[in-house]
């Protein structure tokens, strides 16, 4: 069936940057031809950094370092708050400490493949390349890794890796790697060469002759619109799970400095890629607020199971083990219940869908751990999983070592983003993109343990090299707050805001929200059909009619407004789930992350069409009909083949 | 069940605040306490009131934003449990729960239940770092850490920055908070080569930022929601005493 009728198709996008030759030779060589800047020039140049997180601060800190004038936002109260701090598992590095086979190559290849063959070779050897090298620099700031008794640090598998790439901080890897970035970035802020700005929230781009020279901001405390003019605009605001309303992003999470740049010309790629996570505690009523998610480690130890028959309301520990389904060591005996996330959740979905889940709406299947503590005694279980435990403890109110967690999938990180070349610069020029805002290298699906490593690569490693290039050219000529660009980016964001302040509505900010969660997990979320999102396109389209009709917001513009804020956020990811939708109906394969059920292999797996889809969709904001642009993908070194995780 | 909450309520950081009643009905005791907070908001708006602010962001104990005291204790009556992990089920049908902001002189009300914590930053700035510019370092082994200090460290690095060891203190001593940071750089060999600048900076920036002293009462370790100890506060202590007298 056509899909024309959703968008209009364009000219091909190419990734101009990225050098020819040996793949290991490539980011050698663009260090090479990228242009550089004086030392003595850079304090000439100012650079805004937006996002504080891993990507945002390693970025800030080291741009500080080069000696650039950074200008740094968050909206949080303090950059140490960013979403990064919530990643618990590690950050994966092919370092072959363990002498277990791994290199940079095997690093390079196990990403590619996880990425379902829709990233690009030349970006993620790169990534590949300076794992080790982000290790280096996180243990010279203090970073805490989890060490042997000789001294030396400790690694584990994870996430289904064959091999012990993965440097650990307990389970809270996140947290020290983004306290070590902030740390950097702070005594970058004490040296004078960053400008630090908290509780401001970027809501709007502005583009001059053509490049990226600033952003319009809104103090979030005084509620004061302000404009900030820069050589370079750094784009670090991580990505959009929280158009899902339900998803383990921070509250604060949101697309709307991405959309606002994609509505100022820059394009959005492969938005349909959203990776759902397997082990997160199931929801429990309709005041959810956000989903937890419990590390992928404890699926080293438990099993998963729900009950043989549908409708049966036993207690998991009257249910006989003759009477259990182990589904995931049943249909995947090699991998068992370390099969890869996307699988693991989609067979969760399954089981649930046939009635057999367990819990409140009978949305959550078992994750069992009395094998596992029978085999290792309940010391060892707790010492290994005891602060999870707990975790699940408080919020559900029940003890796991005496009865099965509760476990249910949810959305958990989105590898689509701003379009971005090898530079991670977008197709408008001085608009760089980092971490998971930009779209580059996990391709359709992300290994566990790579977030992390992608953000600071990005942020301490590539970007720091590449933006030299571009702003080789400046200074670039001053632009004053009575620019055409800059007054017509103050306008449209006061316009706003006056609109949602003056309108009058009768329903909350949240309660749409909700609602267009609802959609977008019911169509766009862990399967999705031609129909179900010919339908979603079409609820949300209604849903956001009646949102400008109806939406209430209280209070005032100069004053600290939490609904003001959110009303913007949530106007942001009408539009983007739009283009979701668009995006997951256009690709009528399955792809990693994005399952399209009528694409499927006979035992149910996904299934590629490398014929048709073997490339980068970049959507132009074109109103209600986006022009798609393709980015052919080629694979020279890592040939395309099916998953088999049989 | 139902609930009575008296809330302080500031429009901004001039005005004089103070404490509101309102009452809610229908609580799950599955919800989290700041869900309960949503939905109390969801009605506020309903019926045109401004609904009340307060921080949170990750909801899930690791990024420090939310910062009630509950009942006069700071994160309220579970341990180490932040705000946002405290769930309902710790209360019955019936119960009056007072809700106010952090109260500390370091720490000024922005709004309603919101406080300024940059204060925090500034002695982050003022040395709780190890100067380690991008590209400088030495392959990760290069330096063999000691798994017991590995550990030490990493326990006082847990801290998340909410500031209820503030709230908690009778001074409003911001000393737990810094001591952890002190430990944490202070116990790793990287951090060696600016111990002594680093605890006479950051104790500075403290003093500056209009802190209290510390009187060793502990009420900020039996606040702290990721239970840090109190024994980095001695080792502050005589990392100071060593670089004072260094530096006299």
Same mark, same amino acid.
């Given at each position: 069936?056509?899909?024309?009728?959703?968008?209009?198709?364009?000219?091909?996008?190419?990734?101009?940057?990225?050098?020819?030759?040996?793949?290991?030779?490539?980011?050698?060589?663009?260090?090479?031809?990228?242009?550089?800047?004086?030392?003595?020039?850079?304090?000439?140049?100012?650079?805004?950094?937006?996002?504080?997180?891993?990507?945002?601060?390693?970025?800030?800190?080291?741009?500080?370092?080069?000696?650039?004038?950074?200008?740094?936002?968050?909206?949080?109260?303090?950059?140490?708050?960013?979403?990064?701090?919530?990643?618990?598992?590690?950050?994966?590095?092919?370092?072959?400490?363990?002498?277990?086979?791994?290199?940079?190559?095997?690093?390079?290849?196990?990403?590619?493949?996880?990425?379902?063959?829709?990233?690009?070779?030349?970006?993620?050897?790169?990534?590949?390349?300076?794992?080790?090298?982000?290790?280096?620099?996180?243990?010279?700031?203090?970073?805490?890794?989890?060490?042997?008794?000789?001294?030396?640090?400790?690694?584990?598998?994870?996430?289904?890796?064959?091999?012990?790439?993965?440097?650990?901080?307990?389970?809270?890897?996140?947290?020290?790697?983004?306290?070590?970035?902030?740390?950097? *970035?702070?005594?970058?802020?004490?040296?004078?060469?960053?400008?630090?700005?908290?509780?401001?929230?970027?809501?709007?781009?502005?583009?001059?002759?053509?490049?990226?020279?600033?952003?319009?901001?809104?103090?979030?405390?005084?509620?004061?619109?302000?404009?900030?003019?820069?050589?370079?605009?750094?784009?670090?605001?991580?990505?959009?799970?929280?158009?899902?309303?339900?998803?383990?992003?921070?509250?604060?999470?949101?697309?709307?400095?991405?959309?606002?740049?994609?509505?100022?010309?820059?394009?959005?790629?492969?938005?349909?890629?959203?990776?759902?996570?397997?082990?997160?505690?199931?929801?429990?009523?309709?005041?959810?607020?956000?989903?937890?998610?419990?590390?992928?480690?404890?699926?080293?130890?438990?099993?998963?199971?729900?009950?043989?028959?549908?409708?049966?309301?036993?207690?998991?520990?009257?249910?006989?083990?003759?009477?259990?389904?182990?589904?995931?060591?049943?249909?995947?005996?090699?991998?068992?219940?370390? @099969?890869?996330?996307?699988?693991?959740?989609?067979?969760?979905?399954?089981?649930?869908?046939?009635?057999?889940?367990?819990?409140?709406?009978?949305?959550?299947?078992?994750?069992?751990?009395?094998?596992?503590?029978?085999?290792?005694?309940?010391?060892?279980?707790?010492?290994?999983?005891?602060?999870?435990?707990?975790?699940?403890?408080?919020?559900?109110?029940?003890?796991?070592?005496?009865?099965?967690?509760?476990?249910?999938?949810?959305?958990?990180?989105?590898?689509?983003?701003?379009? @971005?070349?090898?530079?991670?610069?977008?197709?408008?020029?001085?608009?760089?993109?980092?971490?998971?805002?930009?779209?580059?290298?996990?391709?359709?699906?992300?290994?566990?343990?790579?977030?992390?490593?992608?953000?600071?690569?990005?942020?301490?490693?590539?970007?720091?090299?590449?933006?030299?290039?571009? *702003?080789?050219?400046?200074?670039?000529?001053?632009?004053?707050?009575?620019?055409?660009?800059?007054?017509?980016?103050?306008?449209?964001?006061?316009?706003?805001?006056?609109?949602?302040?003056?309108?009058?509505?009768?329903?909350?900010?949240?309660?749409?929200?909700?609602?267009?969660?609802?959609?977008?997990?019911?169509?766009?979320?862990?399967?999705?059909?031609?129909?179900?999102?010919?339908?979603?396109?079409?609820?949300?389209?209604?849903?956001?009619?009646?949102?400008?009709?109806?939406?209430?917001?209280?209070?005032?513009?100069?004053?600290?407004?939490?609904?003001?804020?959110?009303?913007?956020?949530?106007?942001?990811?009408?539009?983007?789930?739009?283009?979701?939708?668009?995006?997951? *109906?256009?690709?009528?394969?399955?792809?990693?992350?994005?399952?399209?059920?009528?694409?499927?292999?006979?035992?149910?797996?996904?299934?590629?069409?490398?014929?048709?889809?073997?490339?980068?969709?970049?959507?132009?904001?074109?109103?209600?009909?986006?022009?798609?642009?393709?980015?052919?993908?080629?694979?020279?070194?890592?040939?395309?083949?099916?998953?088999?995780?049989? | 069940?139902?609930?009575?909450?008296?809330?302080?309520?500031?429009?901004?950081?001039?005005?004089?605040?103070?404490?509101?009643?309102?009452?809610?009905?229908?609580?799950?005791?599955?919800?989290? %306490?700041?869900?309960?907070?949503?939905?109390?908001?969801?009605?506020?708006?309903?019926?045109?009131?401004?609904?009340?602010?307060?921080?949170?962001?990750?909801?899930?104990?690791?990024?420090?934003?939310?910062?009630?005291?509950?009942?006069?204790?700071?994160?309220?009556?579970?341990?180490?449990?932040?705000? $946002?992990?405290?769930?309902?089920?710790?209360?019955?049908?019936?119960?009056?729960?007072?809700?106010?902001?952090?109260?500390?002189?370091? %720490?000024?009300?922005?709004?309603?239940?919101?406080?300024?914590?940059?204060?925090?930053?500034?002695?982050?700035?003022?040395?709780?770092?190890?100067?380690?510019?991008?590209?400088?370092?030495?392959?990760?082994?290069?330096?063999?850490?000691?798994?017991?200090?590995?550990?030490?460290?990493?326990?006082?690095?847990? $801290?998340?920055?909410?500031?209820? $060891?503030?709230?908690?203190?009778?001074?409003?001593?911001?000393?737990? %908070?810094?001591?952890?940071?002190?430990?944490?750089?202070?116990?790793?060999?990287?951090?060696?080569?600016?111990?002594?600048?680093?605890?006479?900076?950051?104790?500075?920036?403290?003093?500056?930022?209009? %802190?209290?002293?510390?009187?060793?009462?502990?009420? $900020?370790?039996?606040?702290?929601?990721?239970?840090?100890?109190?024994?980095?506060?001695?080792?502050?202590?005589?990392?100071?005493?060593?670089?004072?007298?260094?530096?006299?």
């Amino acid at each position: 069936m056509s899909t024309a009728e959703y968008y209009t198709g364009g000219e091909p996008i190419a990734d101009t940057k990225a050098p020819a030759g040996p793949i290991n030779e490539r980011w050698q060589t663009r260090r090479f031809t990228g242009r550089l800047v004086n030392p003595a020039n850079r304090r000439k140049l100012r650079v805004i950094v937006v996002g504080t997180g891993l990507a945002g601060a390693s970025a800030a800190a080291t741009l500080g370092e080069l000696g650039y004038r950074v200008a740094n936002y968050c909206f949080q109260d303090s950059p140490r708050r960013a979403h990064s701090i919530a990643a618990q598992g590690g950050i994966n590095a092919a370092k072959n400490y363990r002498n277990d086979g791994d290199s940079v190559h095997r690093l390079f290849y196990d990403t590619v493949k996880g990425g379902d063959f829709r990233s690009r070779e030349s970006n993620v050897h790169r990534l590949a390349e300076i794992s080790t090298e982000i290790i280096d620099q996180c243990v010279a700031q203090g970073v805490p890794f989890a060490r042997e008794y000789g001294g030396l640090l400790d690694n584990r598998s994870f996430g289904g890796a064959q091999v012990s790439r993965t440097f650990y901080a307990r389970g809270q890897t996140g947290q020290q790697l983004l306290l070590g970035a902030y740390q950097a *970035l702070e005594r970058q802020v004490a040296a004078g060469t960053v400008e630090l700005h908290t509780r401001h929230e970027m809501l709007e781009l502005i583009v001059t002759g053509g490049r990226a020279r600033g952003i319009v901001v809104r103090d979030l405390v005084t509620g004061e619109v302000a404009t900030e003019i820069a050589d370079a605009v750094v784009l670090a605001t991580g990505g959009y799970g929280n158009v899902f309303f339900l998803s383990t992003n921070a509250k604060g999470c949101n697309v709307t400095a991405s959309w606002r740049a994609h509505r100022q010309g820059a394009y959005f790629a492969n938005p349909c890629y959203t990776q759902i996570h397997p082990t997160c505690i199931p929801q429990s009523g309709d005041h959810q607020s956000k989903l937890t998610l419990m590390s992928e480690s404890l699926r080293n130890d438990g099993r998963v199971w729900v009950p043989a028959e549908r409708g049966d309301d036993r207690e998991p520990g009257d249910i006989p083990e003759s009477e259990r389904d182990y589904y995931l060591e049943r249909r995947y005996p090699a991998f068992g219940n370390l @099969v890869p996330r996307d699988i693991a959740s989609r067979a969760a979905k399954a089981v649930c869908d046939e009635g057999r889940g367990v819990g409140p709406g009978g949305l959550g299947v078992y994750l069992d751990f009395a094998d596992a503590i029978d085999r290792l005694g309940k010391d060892a279980v707790e010492a290994k999983y005891g602060n999870l435990f707990q975790m699940y403890e408080r919020i559900t109110g029940e003890n796991p070592y005496e009865r099965p967690m509760r476990i249910y999938p949810a959305v958990h990180y989105t590898m689509g983003g701003l379009w @971005v070349d090898y530079d991670l610069q977008s197709n408008i020029p001085g608009l760089f993109v980092t971490g998971e805002a930009n779209f580059s290298d996990h391709g359709a699906n992300r290994l566990g343990a790579s977030a992390l490593m992608q953000g600071l690569s990005d942020g301490y490693f590539v970007l720091p090299n590449t933006i030299s290039d571009y *702003l080789a050219d400046g200074p670039f000529e001053a632009v004053d707050e009575d620019h055409e660009s800059v007054a017509a980016a103050l306008g449209a964001v006061n316009e706003r805001i006056e609109f949602f302040l003056n309108n009058d509505g009768d329903r909350t900010v949240d309660s749409f929200h909700r609602e267009l969660g609802r959609i977008m997990w019911e169509y766009c979320g862990m399967e999705r059909t031609d129909e179900g999102l010919r339908k979603a396109i079409g609820l949300i389209r209604d849903l956001k009619a009646e949102f400008y009709k109806r939406v209430k917001v209280t209070g005032k513009a100069a004053e600290l407004n939490q609904q003001l804020e959110k009303a913007g956020r949530v106007a942001d990811f009408f539009e983007l789930g739009e283009l979701m939708c668009i995006d997951a *109906l256009h690709r009528t394969e399955s792809c990693g992350g994005h399952f399209r059920a009528e694409s499927q292999t006979e035992d149910g797996e996904a299934k590629r069409d490398d014929e048709h889809f073997s490339y980068v969709a970049a959507w132009e904001f074109a109103g209600s009909e986006p022009v798609l642009h393709k980015e052919h993908l080629e694979f020279e070194y890592v040939k395309p083949t099916q998953r088999s995780y049989k | 069940m139902k609930l009575r909450l008296r809330i302080w309520r500031q429009s901004d950081a001039e005005s004089k605040g103070k404490m509101v009643s309102y009452v809610i009905d229908g609580v799950s005791e599955d919800a989290s %306490f700041l869900e309960m907070l949503d939905v109390l908001n969801e009605e506020l708006i309903a019926d045109g009131e401004d609904p009340v602010a307060f921080d949170h962001d990750c909801r899930e104990g690791i990024c420090g934003a939310c910062s009630l005291v509950i009942d006069g204790q700071p994160h309220g009556p579970q341990a180490a449990t932040t705000t $946002c992990q405290l769930h309902m089920r710790q209360y019955s049908d019936g119960d009056t729960i007072d809700i106010e902001p952090w109260r500390a002189g370091a %720490f000024p009300v922005v709004k309603d239940l919101v406080v300024d914590r940059s204060a925090f930053d500034r002695i982050i700035q003022a040395g709780g770092y190890i100067s380690a510019p991008t590209g400088t370092a030495p392959d990760a082994h290069a330096v063999p850490v000691p798994k017991a200090d590995a550990d030490a460290a990493f326990s006082a690095a847990a $801290c998340i920055g909410c500031g209820a $060891c503030v709230a908690a203190c009778p001074n409003g001593s911001g000393m737990l %908070f810094m001591a952890a940071k002190v430990a944490h750089l202070g116990l790793m060999p990287q951090g060696q080569p600016e111990r002594h600048t680093r605890v006479l900076g950051m104790v500075a920036a403290h003093d500056e930022a209009g %802190f209290g002293g510390c009187t060793n009462t502990g009420e $900020c370790s039996a606040a702290c929601p990721k239970e840090i100890g109190l024994d980095v506060i001695g080792r502050l202590n005589k990392d100071f005493r060593k670089a004072a007298a260094r530096a006299a």
